[in-house]
């Protein structure tokens, strides 16, 4: 038997476990998943013990991506570009860290978007999403690639990471506001917006340009307020759902070398959020 999980902090409320069981079932793999709320000092200690219990498999969320880079046995290179790691391969007591949310976000967007040659690219915030959908998309081929964040600094920071692969600015919120009537893609990366704070909205879109794609990390609801603004405006939406499911279905694959039903794993998902 295969035991798999994902570590953070809360991390009672993810629907990773939901998910992957599912999938497991389905496949008829006896294997489990499950969710290990990790305090922060603890981290160590934890993935210690996943040699020691031969877990064989981790997801890594927040706010553990960056730190748990210490205490693995190798970084591959997709991780080492993005500077952190969503996924734990445990392979004979040798943890192997990886991160598939850039790639995953890639797989969700590419059915909604022609090409990412001659796009350009805003993000809005500068966490570890931001950085893991930098990094992607700029060694994709993105016009620009911009980066505003309520603190400049750190998306100055994220802008400065990604410039190798892509030429790129930090703004402000209201800089970006002003300016995004510039923007092909619009990619909110924070928080604002998500269940139970509905309504909140990262950013004003009265500068929305006409056939925009808007595009926001966050399933729950299916439909923030950016995305129904948008649409309103005759914008592409695009929600978080896609990004979830792919990089699960990534890792899912990487840990048991079976490619699992990507349509599959996106109706239990939706499902549960009562879409």
């Keep these: 038997m295969g035991i798999y999980g994902v570590i953070g902090y809360p991390v009672a409320h993810s629907m990773s476990p939901l998910m992957h069981n599912r999938e497991f079932q389905a496949l008829q793999l006896d294997h489990y998943y499950t969710a ?23 997801n890594v969320t927040i706010p553990h991506k960056v730190k748990v880079m210490e205490y693995l ?11 952190a790691v969503n996924t734990i391969i445990n392979r004979d007591g040798l943890l192997i860290g990886t991160n598939t949310d850039g790639e995953g976000y890639l797989r ?15 993000l809005i915030g500068a966490g ?10 700029a060694r994709h ?19 400065k990471h990604i410039n190798r692969f892509a030429g790129g600015k930090a703004l402000s919120l209201s800089d970006a506001e002003e300016r995004l009537s510039y923007y092909d893609i619009i990619i ?11 309504e909140e909205s990262p950013i004003r879109l009265d500068h929305l340009k006409t056939g925009a794609v808007v595009s926001d990390l966050i399933y729950n609801p299916l439909k923030t307020k950016l995305l129904k603004q948008a649409e309103a405006k005759g914008a592409i939406i695009h929600n978080g759902v896609g990004m979830f499911v792919h990089q699960g279905a990534l ?3 990487k840990w048991t070398g079976i490619e699992p039903n990507i349509e ?12």
């Design 73 to 83: 046995d190798e970084i591959d290179e997709e991780a080492r570009l993005i500077g």
């Design 188 to 198: 909110n990366t924070t928080s604002v917006g998500m269940s139970p704070n509905v």
């Design 128 to 137: 570890g999403a931001a950085r893991a959908i930098a990094t992607t998309l």
């Design 36 to 58: 290990f709320s990790i305090h922060p000092d603890d981290l160590e200690k934890a993935i210690e013990s996943v040699r020691l219990l031969q877990i064989n498999g981790l």
């Design 108 to 122: 969700s967007l590419l059915p909604i978007v022609d090409t990412l040659h001659s796009k350009n690219v805003i």
């Design 264 to 275: 599959r794993m996106m109706d239990t998902v939706i499902k549960k959020l009562g879409g």
């Design 141 to 159: 081929g993105v016009q620009t690639l911009d980066v505003a964040n309520r603190t400049v600094a750190k998306a100055e920071a994220l802008v």
């Design 251 to 253: 890792a899912f694959q």
